[in-house]
Structures are given as C-alpha cells and as structure tokens.
C-alpha cells in the first residue's frame, strides 16, 4: 500500500510541476514588455459584456489593442454629420484602464463606406472638405491618446493598381496624401500607417506600396509606417512557398529603409475542414515563422492577430469565411491557449532570452519540409550553344523552358530544333538486355505550355492496359507540373497534375488516353509518333486553366517532373526518373519532390 502512495505521490508532483512551469510561464504581454515590442489584438466594443475571460485574456496576454471595427467610418459617423463614438469609446477605456497601447483601425477604406456618403456626387473640393471633417472630429477627439492610426486601408488591387474607389474618382491618387496629411494635423504625435493585404513578400501589390511610400516620404507627407495585414492559411509560409521568410524579410527592410516602421497588423491563419491537431501543429508553425521575421527584422514593430478567440473571428461569419469549423488564432473558443500561442509565445521568449517553451526538435515538427531544390541554389544558367533559345538543363534539378517559341503537334519536331533536351536518367529499374532512354524539352507561346519526348525504345508494348487506371503499366511518359506558387507542398492540391502519356495515343484518333493524378483538371492535345528506334511525344497544355494560370516571365518558376514507363514483354519493368530528389518513384503522392522548370524568354539571348 505505502509503494502505492509514494507512486501516486510522484505523479501528483509532476503534474503540479507541469501545470505550475506553463502558470509561471511569461504571458506575451509579459515577454512583449521585455522586448520593448507590442503583441496586439483587434476587438470589437460589443464583445466586452459576452464572457468575462474575454477582458480577463486580453488584459492579461497583449499590450497594444486595435479597434477591429468601432473606429471605421460606417461606425464613427453612421450619418452625415453625426457622429458616434460608444464603442470607440468603450474600447479607449478598457485600454487606458490596463495601461495598453491603441492601434486605431481605420479611417479611410472602400468597405464601411456609408451609404450617406457613397450616394454622393462630390467635387473635389467637396470630398477634401468632407475627408477633411472626418479626420479631424475622429482623430482629433482621441488626440493624444492613440499611438497608431491606420490611415488608409487597401487602397490597391492585387496587380498593383489603385482601386478604383470613391476618394480617388472624387479627389484623384492624392487622396491618400490629403488623408495622411488631415491626421497628422489633427494629432501630430500619432503614428500614421498605411495598411494592406497580400503584400507581405515581393509582388506586384507590395512593390506598388513600396513605390507609393517611398513617393509619400519623398514629398514630405507624415507617414510612419507600413502595415502588412498576413491574413494567411497553413502552408502558406516557408522556403519555396508563397510567403518565403527571406521574402518577407526583404520587404520589411526596404520599407524601414525609407525610415518606416513595419507590423504584422491582421494575423490569422486559416485552414480547411477541422482544427485536427496536425493542422493546429501547421497552423503554429506559420504564426511561429511570421513572428520570428518580424523579431529578426528590427523595423517590425508590433505582432497583432485579428481576433482574441478562435470564435470571435471574421472568418466565421458567412459573408467572408468558407469554413464553419475554422480556428485561425492563438486562442480556442474556451479561452484556451492553443500550439499557435505556445509557438508565439516561444518566439517572443527566445529573443527575451526568457525560457523556451519549445523544444528544438517541437519547432522543426511545426515547420514545413524544405522543397527538395532550392533555385538560389543552382549554378549561374550557361548555354553550350548560342544558338539554343534556353540555358543548359540542370540535370535533374532545373529545366529553362523558352517563350514565346511558336510549336506545332505535328510530330515533326524540327521546331524544337534549338531547344535544349534534358535526359531522364535516374534508372528505378531497366532491363539491361532491353534499354530504353528518353530525353525531353519543353517550351512556351502565349497560350500553351508544350512538352516535347523522345523515347528510344527497341519493343514498343501497349494497348495491353485501361489506360486510364494502369497506363504506367506500359509504354508511357509522364510530365508533372506544379503551379500552385508554393514548391513545398506535401500533397497533390488544385494546381498540381501527373500527366501520364501513354505510347496507346499512337493507334488512337479518339480523345487523348492520359492518366495520371490531378490529369483530368487541365486540358491537354497529344500527337504520339512512331520513330525508327522509338516515339516522340508532342502534348499542350493551356497556360490558362481552372486550376492554374500560368504567365511565362523570366525566371519564373514551376515544379516540374518528367517520368519514362516502359514495357518489354507485358507489364512495366523500366522506370527512369528526371528529378534527382525522388530516388524511390514517389511523385505521384509527392510533389516536394519535383524539380524545377524555369521560364526563359528566349529573345534575352
Ligand atoms: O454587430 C453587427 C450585428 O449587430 C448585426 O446583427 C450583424 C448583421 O450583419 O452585423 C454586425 O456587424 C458586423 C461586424 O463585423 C461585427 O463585428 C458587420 O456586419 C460586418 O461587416 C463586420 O465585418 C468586419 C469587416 O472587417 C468589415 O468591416 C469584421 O468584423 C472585421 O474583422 C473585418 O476586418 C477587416 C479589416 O478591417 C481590414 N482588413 C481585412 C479584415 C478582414 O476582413
């Protein structure tokens, strides 16, 4: 009996232990004062009388409150001339009352535009006095007491074009200017931000903000920073995906380069279907590698996530979120911490030089796999002939497609005649007394990505199979093309086909016999032709699809793949493989293991 006891004892103190090192962990609130740093969250007034361990976490975890919705225009001044401030007031309150930092969100923004003011047909002059009214009742009630105002929100499109909104058709570009100008004269001791979404790494969105601050800072307009919103979703960050840490770094310091403060201002990370705990783990790690940029880059200023709890989230409501079951912040509808908290508040601890809450090998299970070739890391590109319209293939590692080269499926292939041609060689299995080899090329016009295979193959075996189920199973070529952006992925999604060619096309007038993963979302043209020692295999694609759209651009890339099957007597025992990262013919379930095709306009020479 006494063993018993002395065993239970130990387990209670363990527990304890546990229970009491997370109870004397540093909240983010905590760590975030050490780092001179803000951990901020947005809130909405009417959330305050719900659930009392929503005042209770908020005072706790974040030092910087921003106004979800109470400060915009359809809430301060709902009709012309009258304004209401109850719920940016409630909000000023509970701030002021636990010493916490306001970032007000935002004064000027196409959506919570009032109908009052939408009606209007305004001169120039008449818009100026109206933008100018606004600016100075709003920010002049609060002066003094706001240390960030958002300014102008989203004033961009996607491509880098100003929306077409009412300011810029009432005023003209220099809205935003006058906007920027009305705030600061207002409270000149406020810090005015411009912020946006989408524009965290280098594009053509975030290039287009670039070149518009770097304009304001120029002519003397008071603006203090930028704003980078990164609504994400899990996979969304990492080497070789959409949002590459490096890229965001580089974004963040060419903005404080130009003397502006940089925030993660909106962060949430959304995710399909239920919160299972290997999303929730993905899910850690994306708020684990936004964080820690910022922490690295001394001109990110402050952390914010946009929204407390998992269920006060936007991405709840119908009308701007596709999944009911989604969970994108650090807390669980219970108030509980979830992996994301522990994975920010371990980031925020480790440059506090604080305790880490995570373990090193804990970090790498959050952290997406790196893809299998990196383009930084391929040697300078070199052409073995002038004349070629590309640089030499990489083997097995990078192929340069050239554009625009005009290709006809004809199966003469004199017009891939200054294309370079990649050999598949990773042998998986090959018959020694039956070889077979294929090398290919691939290019582009403006409508159509065109792959070229040249098999040499002494038996041709096919027919024997449905084509469509098992056309590996005998003469066949396949070519894989990832473009979804993001070169890591760990699983076929829209934008990722295995497109599997088989020899059969050869007797076949019908529609094309592919297979493959993914081979039905894209169209394709094939033209199968028997040669002396062999068959080339001319295919299409189009570059416009329901599942991708693809712009040849100088060095733009794709994940690529190129597959050789072949059959000598009546089943497949020839497999040859392009990319050197799968050693074990695993991307048909892999697409981290492609290769690389690189665009080449073929006029650069
Ligand atoms: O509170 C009313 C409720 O009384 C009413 O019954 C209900 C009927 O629709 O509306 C409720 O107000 C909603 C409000 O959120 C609740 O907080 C508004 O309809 C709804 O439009 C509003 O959506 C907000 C959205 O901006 C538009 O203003 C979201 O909460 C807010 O999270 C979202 O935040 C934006 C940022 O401002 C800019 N960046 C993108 C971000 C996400 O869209």
Redesign the pocket.
Known sequence: MKQTIIIFGLLLVLLMGSAAAQDTAPTLRDLAQRLDFHVGV?V?S?MFDEDERFEATLAREFNLLVT??DA?WCYTQPEEGRFDFTGFDRLMDFAEANAMTVHA??LI?H??FPDWLAEKELSRDEALQILRNHIFTVVGRYKGRILYWDVV??AFDEFGNLRDTHWLRWIGADYIDYAFQFAHEADPDALLFYND?GAEAINLKSNAIYRLVSGMVQKGIPIHGVGL?T?LGVGDVGVGRPIDPAKLAENMTRLGELGLEVQIT?MDVRHAGLPEAEVLQQQAGVFYQVLQTCLETPVCTAFTV??LADHYS?LK?P??GDNPDVAPLLFDADFQPKPAYTAVQDALARKAGAEPLLTDDAIVAMLPPRPAILQTELPEPAKSDPAQLAPDPVAGVAYYAPFPVAITLDGDTSDWADIPRSKVENVITMPDDMPSEMQFAVAADADNLYFLAEVRDSALVYGLYDVVAEWYMEDSVEFYINATGNLAPSAYESGIVQLGIAAANIANSGEPLIGGGLSGDVPIQVVVTPTEDGYTVEAAVPLQSDVWTIEPAQGGVLGFQSHLNGASVDSRDTKLIWSKADTEDQSYRDPSLFGRLIFWEAAVG
């Open positions: 947005a909405s009417w979800e919705n915009k969100h935002v923004w959506q919570c929100n989203e979404f919103q609504h909106e946009w929204g936007w409501m009308d701007y």
